[in-house]
């Protein structure tokens, strides 16, 4: 089954420390996201990407990286300048292109500093 | 920011019953999206309407998109305690490339 799938589910990360969050697609899509999502809240932008090599920032990316090396994969790396990362962060797919598609969102990593 | 704001934040209903949500929003749009999210899960894509579309039926749902007023409803009839999720309505602006959501509706539908 076709599909986007985040690892790991939950990820603890201790003050300084770099962590990466995996996000991997079998859809043949172009386009990739990163959003955050706190408690209550709606989704913000972090990264995206719409084509191999090449991503752009979102609305907060300060304190993330991003890299899109292959189509199936776009991984995001929390630094250890990122002040707040305790989040829950959602990977999106979708075609690109004129005309608007629906994203297909994975499951999702919850990120807590311990 | 958020381009689009929904109302109200939260509805408490019971089962039977039709649940409504707005969402309002600031800028011109290609599209309006509407998606469901279940507690502590991903979101779950539901209904486009495109910018020259008035209203979008699918099953249950029923979406109507108002452009003069940046304003676009979303309808669920019948309402189960299976459709108890936060719901979040997303603009893709014209010219633009990601989807901006709005905060969501906590909608709680009681057996």
């Known amino acids: 089954d076709g599909g986007i799938t985040q690892s790991p589910k939950y990820l603890f990360r201790k003050e300084g420390q770099n962590v990466t969050l995996s996000c991997e697609q079998n859809l043949n899509h172009d386009a990739m996201y990163w959003y955050r999502q706190d408690p209550g809240q709606g989704l913000r932008l972090i990264y995206y990407s719409q084509i191999v090599n090449d991503f752009q920032k979102g609305d907060i990316a300060e304190g993330y990286s991003v890299s899109r090396e292959k189509k199936e994969s776009f991984p995001l790396t929390v630094t250890s300048a990122q002040k707040n990362p305790t989040a829950f962060y959602l990977c999106a797919s979708s075609i690109a292109g004129v005309g608007g598609y629906g994203y297909t969102f994975g499951s999702g990593t919850r990120l807590t500093v311990v | 920011s958020q381009q689009g704001e929904e109302d109200p934040q939260a509805l408490s209903i019971q089962e039977g019953e039709n649940a409504t949500m707005n969402c309002s929003y600031k800028t011109s749009i290609n599209n309006l999206q509407w998606y469901r999210q279940n507690s502590g899960r991903g979101l779950v894509h539901l209904i486009l309407i495109r910018s020259n579309e008035r209203e979008k039926h699918s099953g249950r749902l029923r979406v109507t998109l108002d452009t003069s007023k940046k304003s676009s409803s979303l309808l669920i009839t019948a309402s189960r305690a299976a459709d108890t999720a936060s719901y979040f309505c997303?603009?893709?602006?014209?010219?633009?490339?990601?989807?901006?959501f709005g905060e969501g509706t906590q909608l709680t539908v009681n057996p």
């Open positions: 997303a603009t893709d602006p014209f010219g633009g490339s990601r989807l901006t």
